[in-house]
């Protein structure tokens, strides 16, 4: 079977960074997409930032550019969102989630990603 387990949520004040983890067993990570998303309470599932298992392209939300960073370490079978100058509005759980045919050309919604994990509670609070 295949699963995504996210890690590396936690509390931290406005300004300052995490990095959250993804990790894929039951498949190799390096033939897939994978996009990060969030969901804050009340509101729908954003795309956060996605990274091409062919050209290793990554794409950011517009809120996001110049903060977050999105990476893969095909080695781990893991893929990697550093979040640095985080404020409040960044507060959500983070997903990431995985398709082969995804982020070709952009982070592309919800729909396009058929593996997801069950998520990691971030909270940006003084």
């Known amino acids: 079977q295949l699963h995504l387990v996210e890690s590396g949520g936690g509390l931290v004040q406005p300004g300052g960074s995490l990095r959250l983890s993804c990790a894929a067993s039951?498949?190799?990570?390096?033939?897939?997409?994978i996009g990060w998303f969030r969901q804050a309470p009340g509101k729908e599932r954003e795309g956060v930032s996605c990274?091409?298992?062919?050209?290793?392209?990554?794409y950011y939300s517009d809120s996001m550019k110049g903060r977050f960073t999105i990476s893969r370490d095909n080695a781990k079978n893991t893929v990697y969102l550093q979040m640095n100058s985080l404020k409040p509005e960044d507060t959500a759980v983070y997903y990431c989630?995985?398709?082969?045919?995804?982020?070709?050309?952009?982070?592309?919604?919800?729909?396009?990603?058929?593996?997801w994990g069950r998520g990691t509670q971030v909270t940006v609070s003084s």
């Open positions: 989630a995985a398709d082969v045919d995804a982020c070709q050309e952009g982070i592309a919604d919800t729909q396009q990603y058929a593996y």
């Open positions: 990274i091409s298992s062919i050209d290793g392209a990554a």
């Open positions: 039951g498949f190799t990570l390096d033939y897939y997409g």
